[in-house]
């Protein structure tokens, strides 16, 4: 699992590119944002008016119902889709104002998403589905194939490299595309139930990659039904019908518990 912490480069670049995307403070905002799918009688309001900031070194879960919005929201963010009404702002881009091979190249450069579906493609090896978006943006098939051996090694699975989607188990293929999602320098880290087919172990040590590289200043978005996973998050938003219901605050830092346990005095020692 130390692949990734010993790798040469940095997981995201600082500075090494002069794009606006460098100098956001905010990797991803959501500005009351609205998706509605279908028209007339069949339209599905899927995220109604919804607000979120996702800043570098930021993991937020996102939990909710089947259907409560939480795909439209990753894809929204991913720049797969697009808003109906309100505003996507990815690495400081305002997505709508790109067209598509805009969104593609800013999705290819800045966004590792791990799909519900996990799509891979089947014709490809483990190592090829992962180096597929590092070739596509330009890197050297050579160092493309040196960085995804680094992120299958850090989901365990380096000795899969040469493996076909088709003959590996569910959970194997659902780490190869976790292994797609972080390689490279991404900066912004969509993973849409990234878990669901692992044991408890794997899915533990998927999380503890995911929060690597958000430790290292990407930002990260993970849809989860697992409280244990939605643990190693910031925070968490739940929605409901397409609606931001709730939101717990940020995870007490060491830091604040010294500041609640002086302001409280020392004449209990209550809040330990
Ligand atoms: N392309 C589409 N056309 C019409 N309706 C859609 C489309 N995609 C999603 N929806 C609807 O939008 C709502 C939100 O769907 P979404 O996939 O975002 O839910 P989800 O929270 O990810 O659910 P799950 O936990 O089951 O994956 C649902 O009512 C769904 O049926
Ligand atoms: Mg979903």
Do not use: Y
């Not at 190869?176 to 040590?205: F, K, N, Q």
Request: charged share 25%; glycine share 10%; with cysteine.
């Amino acid at each position: 699992m130390s692949a990734l912490t010993t790798r040469p480069s940095s997981p995201v670049p600082s500075g090494a590119s002069p794009s606006r995307a460098d100098a956001a403070p905010v990797l991803l905002r959501l500005d009351r944002v609205t998706r509605v799918h279908g028209t007339g009688a069949g339209e599905v309001r899927a995220l109604d008016a919804i607000s979120l900031d996702v800043g570098p070194g930021e993991l937020v879960a996102v939990m909710g119902p089947s259907g409560s919005g939480k795909s439209t929201l990753l894809n929204l963010a991913g720049c797969l889709d697009t808003a109906t009404d309100g505003t996507v702002v990815v690495g400081g881009v305002d997505v709508a104002s790109l067209d598509a091979r805009g969104r593609a190249a800013l999705r290819r450069r800045h966004v590792g998403f791990v799909f519900q579906d996990f799509n891979l493609v089947p014709a490809l090896t483990a190592v090829e589905n992962v180096s597929l978006p590092r070739e596509l943006d330009g890197v050297p098939v050579r160092s493309a194939r040196a960085e995804a051996t680094a992120a299958l090694a850090a989901v365990g699975l380096d000795d899969l490299a040469d493996r076909f989607p088709d003959d590996m188990s569910g959970g194997q293929r659902q780490r190869v595309a976790i292994a797609r999602a972080i390689v490279g320098p991404r900066r912004l880290l969509l993973a849409d139930e990234p878990t669901g087919a692992l044991d408890s172990v794997t899915g533990e040590a998927v999380m503890r990659v995911l929060r690597e590289r958000v430790d290292a200043g990407a930002a990260g978005l993970l849809v989860t039904h697992d409280a244990r996973h939605a643990a190693w998050a910031d925070r968490t938003v739940f929605l409901k019908d397409g609606r931001l219901v709730d939101s717990t605050g940020r995870r007490a830092e060491p830091a604040d518990l010294l500041d609640r346990d002086s302001a409280s005095g020392d004449e209990s020692g209550a809040t330990r």
